[in-house]
Each structure stands twice: as C-alpha cells, then as structure tokens.
C-alpha cells in the first residue's frame, strides 16, 4: 500500500494561518489614536477644524496656580494620517506623527469577544 500524504492536515494548517491574519486585522481596525497638543493654535494647524480639537485641562496645581492644560485632535486609526501602523506590545506607545505638530500621540486599543480595553499615551520632550 502506498502512503498518501493526509488532507486533514493541510487543512488544519490553513485554518490556523486563516484564524492568525484574522486577529491581525482585527487587532490593527481596534486601535484608536488621538494626537496630543500643548496649545490650540498647534491642533488647528494639523486639523484646519475647531470641531475637531478639543481641550483636556490638567487638574495640576502648583501653589495658587494651576499648569498645564493639554489639546487633543480627533480619534484615528493606526496606519491613517501618516501614522504607523506597526502593532505594538500592550503597554508600549507611540511618539507624534512625521510633520505633526503634536508633542505625543495616545493610543487606545478596544478588546472585542470578550477583550479588555485599554489607553496609553506619550509625549516627546
């Protein structure tokens, strides 16, 4: 008797290869990200819109007086705007876009089935 090779096993391999491109995608359309601005005048020149700039106060006080304050643009998926669409480890971040006038870009990964969400944020110095 000859010996043929299994179908059950290049089966079993596409499948696999199949479920792992699947979460691929699925993990890249999952991620949000919002760019951080120090004043307004830097968002509108990146977004050209008031609608799409919003202001973030930072509740920090320093003696009578409060500092800081922050900017954020819109939500946008990795990969748009010129942003990288590299996946990265939970728990790592991303500096600004190239030609941004942002001074950090935060990111924001949204489980599905059942995932856990979470937001993470950098700024350059």
């Not at 000859?2 to 890249?28: E, F, I």
């Amino acid at each position: 008797m000859s010996t043929r090779p299994r179908k059950s096993s290049a089966r079993v391999t596409l499948v696999l290869l199949g479920a792992a491109a699947l979460v691929s995608c699925g993990q890249q359309e999952n991620t949000l990200r919002r760019d951080l601005y120090a004043n307004k005048e830097d968002c509108l020149k990146d977004w050209g819109d008031e609608l799409k700039c919003a202001e973030q106060p930072a509740p920090v006080r320093s003696g009578s007086s409060y500092h800081g304050g922050y900017w954020y643009g819109p939500f946008y998926r990795g990969g748009d705007y010129g942003s990288g669409s590299t996946i990265r480890p939970h728990g790592t971040v991303d500096s600004a876009r190239p030609g941004s006038h942002a001074v950090g870009t935060s990111h924001i990964s949204r489980g599905g089935f059942g995932g856990s969400g979470s937001a993470h944020a950098s700024a350059g110095s």
